[in-house]
C-alpha cells in the first residue's frame, strides 16, 4: 500500500506515534524462518565437521556503535529478547530494536534492529550457512562484498522504507536492519538508496563490534 507523500512538508514536532514497529515485524519474520531453518537443516548436517568459532552470540550492546550513534542520536533500546537456547537445533541469541524517543523533536522516526544467533557444534558452521540462505531466500538480495563470510542486502517497504543486511561469520548469523522516515508523519517513504548504504553501514560496524572467537577461526 502507498501513501501520498509531500517531501517538501514536515510538521513542525514529531508525534507520539513514531512508526517505528514495523521494523519489529523483521525481527519477528527472521525469528521463524530461523526455528523452521535451523530445526530442518540440523537433522541433515549435525554430523557435519566444520564446527563453528563462536560459543555463543554477543549481547545487544555490540549493535550500539558509533555508526548507530550517527544514525539515530538519542536512540533508545527499546527490547531486548533472547532466542532459543544451547540446546535448541538452530542455536541461541537475541534480538534487539533501538528506535528514537516520540515526543516532539528534530529527529524523524527510524529504528534499527538487529538479530543474532550462534548455531551449535557439532556442524555449527554448516547450521549457520543454512540458516542464512533459507532467511534471504525469500528476498529479492543483492550481494555484499567484503562483509563475514557472507553478506546480503534487501529492501522492503510498509509504513516506511527500511533495509536489511543478512551475514553470517563462521556460525553466527546476524542481520543488521535500518529504517526511517521521510517527515514526522511516519508515513513518507525515505529514499531507498541511502537508506541501504546506511544499512549497510550499520551491518559493518556490528561485524566490526563482533567479539573476538572463542575458537580459532
Given at each position: 500500500m502507498s501513501f501520498p507523500h509531500d517531501p517538501e512538508t514536515v510538521p513542525p514536532a514529531q508525534p507520539q506515534n513514531r512508526g517505528c514497529a514495523i521494523t519489529g515485524l523483521v525481527a519477528g519474520a527472521v525469528v521463524l524462518?530461523?526455528?523452521?531453518?535451523?530445526?530442518?537443516?540440523?537433522?541433515?548436517?549435525?554430523?557435519?565437521?566444520?564446527?563453528?568459532?563462536?560459543?555463543?552470540?554477543?549481547?545487544?550492546?555490540?549493535?550500539?556503535?558509533?555508526?548507530?550513534?550517527?544514525?539515530?542520536?538519542?536512540?533508545?533500546?527499546?527490547?531486548?529478547?533472547?532466542?532459543?537456547?544451547?540446546?535448541?537445533?538452530?542455536?541461541?541469541g537475541r534480538q534487539c530494536r533501538w528506535a528514537i524517543p516520540g515526543g516532539p523533536g528534530e529527529e524523524v522516526p527510524s529504528a534499527a534492529t538487529l538479530v543474532v544467533v550462534a548455531a551449535p557444534d557439532p556442524g555449527g558452521e554448516t547450521i549457520a550457512e543454512a540458516t542464512f540462505d533459507a532467511t534471504v531466500s525469500g528476498q529479492d538480495t543483492t550481494p555484499v562484498a567484503d562483509l563475514g563470510d557472507e553478506a546480503v542486502a534487501w529492501t522492503a517497504r510498509d509504513r516506511f522504507v527500511f533495509a536489511c543486511v543478512g551475514i553470517r561469520v563462521s556460525n553466527l548469523y546476524a542481520e543488521a536492519c535500518y529504517g526511517t522516515a521521510a517527515d514526522y508523519s511516519a508515513y513518507g517513504y525515505g529514499d531507498e538508496d541511502r537508506t541501504t548504504e546506511r544499512a549497510e553501514e550499520y551491518a559493518r560496524s556490528v561485524v566490526t563490534a563482533l567479539p573476538a572467537p572463542d575458537r580459532a577461526y
Open positions: 524462518l530461523l526455528l523452521a531453518a535451523g530445526a530442518v537443516w540440523y537433522v541433515l548436517d549435525r554430523d557435519a565437521p566444520d564446527n563453528g568459532a563462536y560459543d555463543a552470540a554477543p549481547e545487544c550492546s555490540v549493535g550500539e556503535t558509533d555508526v548507530l550513534d550517527e544514525l539515530m542520536p538519542g536512540y533508545e533500546l527499546e527490547f531486548e529478547e533472547p532466542l532459543g537456547s544451547p540446546q535448541d537445533p538452530y542455536g541461541s
